[in-house]
């Protein structure tokens, strides 16, 4: 079985500072690793995504994430937030050998103050 | 291609009545799953199919639930004698044929339930 925690339920943060969110998981078999946003009355879109190679990946809107097998983390990290980004983000796995569900942590609400 | 679309957007109920939500995936993407997103807790699983066949249900999927997807198209979720338990936003998502070990799942906006 798979889990994933998000260690930060809020994150309260400053425009132009920089933000880590935290996402831990655990599994029994090699997964995917995601990253999705989700805004305000709207579905979920993928931010990034680790799928194999370098452990550090780039996604949109100047996110990046890094993968450390050794710990079984996947943080998210922004160098410089502007007020768009207050959203909820949601870290998820899924494992390789299967074609169905996504597991997700319970979400990280990212409010940015001006 | 507009993305997946989901309707209605908003449903309220009163307790004990049945409803049904209706998904379209995006064109040509054989796979759609469903997923139940409550107040402050990330999406869960419920099912999917590939085509017209449902492959996989979650546990959370009581006999109250039923979903459908008759000609490998839209799908429908009903909920049967709802309840104020079952308040929560439903998420739907689509992916393209299995072409390698991953393909990417594209959500809708989701469908807000309300149970009175």
């Known amino acids: 079985a798979q889990s994933v925690t998000q260690l930060d339920s809020q994150v309260p943060v400053f425009e132009e500072a920089p933000v880590e969110l935290r996402c831990n998981y655990s599994s029994s078999v090699s997964v995917y690793l995601f990253w999705y946003v989700q805004y305000p009355n709207q579905g979920l879109q993928l931010l990034l995504k680790y799928l194999s190679g370098s452990t550090l990946v780039k996604g949109i809107n100047g996110f990046e994430a890094e993968f450390n097998k050794s710990q079984t983390s996947f943080h998210l990290r922004k160098p410089s937030v502007h007020i768009s980004d207050t959203a909820e983000y949601f870290c998820a796995v899924r494992p390789y050998s299967s074609a169905s569900k996504i597991i997700f942590g319970s979400g990280t609400r990212l409010s940015i103050r001006p | 291609d507009t993305g997946v679309s989901q309707n209605p957007r908003h449903k309220i109920t009163k307790r004990g009545q049945n409803v049904t939500f209706r998904c379209d995936p995006i064109?040509?993407?054989?796979?759609l799953y469903w997923y139940r997103q409550t107040l402050g807790q990330g999406p869960e699983f419920l099912t999917y199919?590939?085509?017209?066949?449902?492959?996989?249900k979650s546990r959370l999927l009581s006999d109250r639930f039923s979903a459908e997807r008759p000609k490998g198209s839209f799908s429908t979720l009903e909920i049967q004698r709802t309840e104020q338990g079952d308040s929560a936003m439903y998420l739907c998502a689509s992916s393209p044929p299995l072409a390698a070990s991953y393909n990417e799942q594209f959500f809708g906006p989701g469908t807000r339930l309300t149970v009175l």
């Open positions: 064109s040509e993407h054989n796979r």
């Open positions: 199919f590939q085509n017209e066949a449902q492959l996989e």
